[in-house]
């Protein structure tokens, strides 16, 4: 079975710029997190997509950051404008259903913003 | 006060220890408790899985749960060099909207 995918793997921008992420998960898996691990701490929940619907964006910060999950599938992650703050490890995860049993999360892309 | 509070360690042990990890909560509405290892510029990957209190045993591998306590563990018997990791403690509510609450992580070196 192969992993949840992303891409890319580093980024480091300046502030202000903007910066995208994707995320393909696991075949046939309907439920897709975003969590940010900043370092030295635990992975925080960004977002939860159930199929294309989210579920729970409460701890997003909506002002700079958006996601979308075209067609139940992939998705990305967006941030516009950066803020230094926001240097982090980007992880996606994905599960077959709204149970947290069978959790796969991806490598994650590493975000550094100058 | 976070919901998760776990010791960053690091730990250092040699090979062959018997490795103990904790975390303690004040959420009572977790239900479901996991330990996750990180390696290096990895995610993570789940390692034990508990629903509410009791043992869980895989191999080397012992999760405990005491919601009483509001306290798990984990222990890792005859440690090798290849548990070297960040161990995370993740929690969550369960339902549809299935957020998992982490600890910071605890980071292990086993020395040879």
């Known amino acids: 079975e192969a992993g949840v995918a992303q891409s890319p793997r580093y980024k480091i921008i300046e502030k202000r710029q903007s910066v995208a992420f994707w995320c393909n998960p696991i075949?046939?898996?309907?439920?897709l997190y975003w969590y940010q691990q900043i370092l030295g701490q635990g992975p925080k929940l960004l977002i939860q997509?159930?199929?294309?619907?989210?579920?729970?964006d409460s701890q997003l910060p909506k002002d700079r950051f958006s996601a979308e999950r075209l067609k139940g599938v992939d998705s990305t992650l967006k941030i516009q404008p950066a803020k230094l703050e926001d240097s982090a490890v980007y992880l996606c995860?994905?599960?077959?259903?709204?149970?947290?049993?069978?959790?796969?999360f991806g490598s994650g892309t590493r975000l550094t913003v100058v | 006060q976070k919901e998760v509070e776990q010791d960053p360690g690091p730990l250092s042990v040699p090979e062959g220890a018997i490795v103990s990890l904790n975390c303690t909560y004040s959420?009572?509405?977790?239900?479901?408790f996991m330990w996750y290892r990180q390696y290096s510029r990895k995610g993570p990957e789940l390692l034990m899985y508990?629903?509410?209190?009791g043992n869980k045993e895989d191999g080397r591998f012992t999760a405990q749960v005491d919601k009483s306590s509001k306290y798990i563990s984990l222990f890792i018997r005859d440690s090798q060099p290849s548990d070297s990791a960040t161990y995370l403690c993740a929690m969550s509510e369960g339902g549809t909207a299935s957020k998992l609450t982490f600890g910071t992580g605890t980071r292990l070196q086993v020395t040879l």
């Open positions: 997509f159930q199929n294309n619907g989210v579920v729970d």
């Open positions: 075949s046939g898996h309907a439920t």
């Open positions: 508990t629903y509410s209190s």
């Open positions: 959420n009572s509405a977790f239900q479901y």
């Open positions: 995860a994905s599960t077959w259903g709204p149970l947290v049993r069978g959790y796969t």
